[in-house]
């Protein structure tokens, strides 16, 4: 019942404004004519033949560069750098030559195609320009330098390039992290050294509560003083304080030196901690216990075996 109301109210409407139905019948079909009119079909065929063309060229330069990394591996980067420039150019004359053989241009056509791309590097220039504005700001207020070695978004490393769009960090690891500039102006960043060669480690040790904590503390001052990597210039300070934990209650003896350029930094902590712990070993100077638990009472620790 209730369609075929509908199907009366449509039928009254349409009687009652033909000329109206008529003209955006015609609109639409003046459109449509239009649209049909810009394009060459006579060049679309031939569009399809380039279309097969680029795709079997880039199909026969993948199997030669597949070829010259199998074979020749020192090659093997180059060539994919070539492929990537050959591919993009490659790219860009099949899609302009399609567009030409099938699309008859004319002032409205270029007009809207100029719209287009200009909204369109506008969005993709919209994040380049602020990367360059942000690499500018860097490079003024300079938060680190190249060389630094920095900590940022859990990444630590040294900065090995700053650009007008992103900066260069390699870590510990050896991999190469490409940062934008912008994010430098909204996350902390930590410099370990901040322009100079030499910088600060800290190494902690643990011993337990009950251990020689003057001789403990003399033997990791030692150590430091008489390592190659140290920068003796530099103070050399051990701090001293308790620690409690769900595992342990002990002593840490944290370490406070400058190693002599930043790149020695892992072979510094290296060489202190294996001399510090077999003097520990031949002292006879112990570790906290893993094992016991410890209950404060009345500010006394009451410790037990598990």
């Known amino acids: 019942m209730t369609r075929i109301v509908w199907l009366i109210s449509a039928a009254i409407l349409v009687s009652a404004s033909p000329s109206a139905y008529a003209e955006d019948g015609g609109a639409n079909l003046d459109n449509l004519a239009e649209i049909a009119n810009l394009i060459r079909w006579s060049g679309v065929a031939t569009s399809m033949l380039v279309v097969l063309i680029a795709w079997g060229l880039l199909k026969f330069t993948q199997n030669i560069v597949d070829n010259i990394g199998s074979q020749f591996a020192q090659r093997r980067m180059l060539a994919q750098k070539l492929q990537s420039f050959f591919q993009f150019f490659v790219y860009m004359t099949a899609g302009i030559t399609v567009f030409m053989l099938s699309f008859r241009v004319d002032d409205r056509v270029l007009a809207l195609i100029g719209g287009t791309l200009a909204v369109s590097v506008g969005f993709a220039m919209k994040d380049l320009a602020a990367s360059f504005i942000a690499g500018l700001t860097v490079m003024i207020d300079r938060p680190f330098q190249v060389g630094d070695r920095v900590t940022f978004e859990g990444h630590y ?150």
């Open 157 to 306: 490393g040294d900065i090995t390039s700053i650009g007008l769009r992103s900066v260069r960090m390699r870590t510990l690891t050896d991999d190469i992290i490409t940062i934008p500039n912008s994010k430098f102006l909204s996350d902390v960043v930590v410099s370990g050294n901040y322009g100079a060669l030499d910088m600060q480690v800290s190494i902690p040790f643990h011993v337990a509560l009950d251990q020689d904590l003057t001789l403990a503390r003399d033997i990791i001052r030692e150590a430091a003083a008489s390592s190659r990597y140290i920068h003796l210039p530099k103070p050399i300070v051990v701090l001293v304080k308790q620690e409690i934990s769900d595992t342990y209650f002990g002593i840490k003896l944290t370490l406070k030196a400058y190693v002599l350029d930043t790149k020695y930094e892992k072979l510094f902590e290296t060489d202190i901690t294996l001399r510090v712990m077999s003097e520990f070993k031949k002292q006879g100077i112990m570790a906290p216990s893993i094992n016991q638990t410890t209950q404060l009472v009345n500010g006394e620790g009451i410790t037990s075996k598990d």
